[in-house]
């Protein structure tokens, strides 16, 4: 079946514009994860879903991002106001049981550059 | 503070030598590590777990608590392990979060 999907795979915008990025789990995933990734680092943690419930949102790192997961499934995360240092890949993950969270399996991402 | 270091962000072999992936983990606590693997153009996925203690395409990785070690090994590296390597961290929070080393990329010459 297919796999995490995300869309746009890329976008450019101008600082201070919003932007909107979308994730389509793998159907039946309870869990959803969004990570932001710098150039040459790790990704990290921004926040975690179960079903339509944000149960973690301690990454977030300003009250600029937002993400909404309102019918369980399909996910946005939001940026408002965009500032350079947003430029980064954010992936977007998906599992399948509460059971399993660390079996995360990971969308190709969308490349955010903030010019 | 919980914290995974990855020391190497380049390690470069020759195919059919021996591979040691370093990772290091800071955590007050019983941490569970893995080990995620992207390889060209693919997307990032999970390789192993510690608590499974299994070896995947001929990779092992043992958990030294003492060191807080988690080092990912494989005896005779071939030319298709070739990828970026990251070590994660889970805590006991339950919500699954990982907290991700900076990644080594293994560069496995013919």
């Known amino acids: 079946g297919a796999g995490v999907s995300q869309s746009p795979r890329y976008k450019v915008a101008k600082r201070g514009q919003d932007v909107a990025l979308r994730c389509d789990p793998i159907s039946g995933h309870v869990s959803l994860f969004w990570y932001q990734q710098a150039l040459g680092q790790g990704p990290e943690f921004l926040t975690y879903f179960q079903n339509e419930a944000q149960l973690d949102k301690s990454g977030l790192p300003s009250d600029r991002f937002f993400a909404e997961r309102p019918e369980g499934s399909v996910s946005t995360l939001k940026i408002q106001r965009t500032q350079q240092e947003d430029s980064a890949v954010y992936l977007c993950?998906?599992?399948?049981?509460?059971?399993?969270?660390?079996?995360?399996?990971f969308g190709p991402g969308t490349r955010l550059t903030v010019t | 503070a919980q914290r995974v270091t990855q020391p190497e962000k380049l390690l470069s072999v020759f195919k059919g030598a021996p591979v040691e992936l370093k990772c290091n983990y800071s955590y007050s606590g019983s941490p569970e590590l893995f080990w995620y693997v992207q390889y060209s153009r693919q997307r990032l996925q999970l390789l192993l777990r510690?608590?499974s203690r299994e070896s995947i395409k001929g990779f092992t990785a043992d958990l030294n608590k003492g060191e807080t070690s988690f080092h990912l090994k494989k005896p005779f590296a071939q030319e298709e392990d070739s990828a970026m390597y990251y070590c994660?961290?889970?805590?006991?929070?339950?919500?699954?979060?990982?907290?991700f080393g900076q990644g080594t990329t293994l560069q496995v010459k013919p």
């Open positions: 994660a961290l889970s805590g006991r929070s339950n919500t699954g979060k990982l907290i």
């Open positions: 993950a998906s599992s399948l049981a509460s059971q399993r969270l660390y079996e995360q399996y």
């Open positions: 510690h608590i």
